[in-house]
């Protein structure tokens, strides 16, 4: 008698819309490197390793075991502990809330998202509620339908608050997100954020933001290739 294989959850497939014209570029640039005789098909050359690169880099990234360890680096660098109170923002699949619920085993873990098909292949809300019910975390884990521009929980709530490859999907008003993010943090609590535009939030939005606001002991981690940038929200004494 065959025991029957435990359900393994399904995380979906990363920017799948970019995916398929990274795919195309490369395609394009290897064909363009074999058929071009002058010294332009060097500069197809590297195109083609670039797409390549980039394309091997968001399957990789899609997969379970890369998520696995991203989130645990994550979660360890917030130093995520039991009882807290946690926010991912644009949870998706909700891998990293997962991963968070089984570090802190007490508390709250809330994924917001509003669930476009163009940043994960088969975004939804049900694979995520059957994602955190297979991982068997739906006493900690629980999910909104919400815009990370107008989060739904009163201010000073979340111990941490984190988002991870969300921030450049959002616009306009794209520092709204931010100022949001910091208004529902408690004071002293962990703002943790992975994504491609750290450049911008680091030096064009936390130098604007108001007293009360203000983030401090900014620093940065890597994992791999992927840099993960972390800071506090200034206590009010």
């Known amino acids: 008698m065959h025991k029957k294989k435990a359900k393994k959850p399904k995380y979906g497939l990363q920017a799948p819309k970019e995916l398929l014209v990274f795919v195309l570029l490369t395609i394009v640039f290897l064909i363009a490197f074999i058929f071009i005789s002058t010294l332009w098909k060097y500069f197809f050359l590297a195109g083609f390793i670039y797409f390549l690169y980039t394309t091997i880099r968001i399957l990789v990234g899609s997969t379970n075991w890369a998520r696995e360890r991203l989130n645990k680096f994550i979660v360890t660098e917030c130093k995520a502990k039991k009882g807290m109170k946690i926010l991912d923002v644009g949870c998706g699949g909700g891998s990293l809330s997962i991963a968070f619920a089984k570090q802190i085993k007490e508390g709250e873990v809330w994924g917001i998202d509003i669930w476009k098909k163009g940043d994960l292949l088969g975004n939804a809300p049900e694979r995520t509620l059957e994602n955190i019910k297979i991982e068997g975390v739906e006493n900690i884990v629980k999910i909104k339908s919400a815009d990370a521009r107008n989060i739904p929980f009163p201010d000073n709530y979340f111990d941490i ?7 450049h999907n959002i616009h306009p008003d794209r520092e709204k997100a931010i100022f949001e993010m910091i208004r529902v943090l408690k004071p002293g ?11 911008w939030l680091k030096y064009d939005i936390i130098p604007k933001l108001p007293k009360g606001k203000r983030l401090i002991n900014l620093r940065s981690k890597r994992y791999f290739l992927i840099k993960l940038f972390l800071a506090e929200k200034e206590r009010n004494f």
């Open 189 to 199: 609590g962990i703002l943790a954020i992975v994504d491609t535009m750290i450049w």
């Open 161 to 167: 608050v984190s988002s991870v490859f969300t921030l």
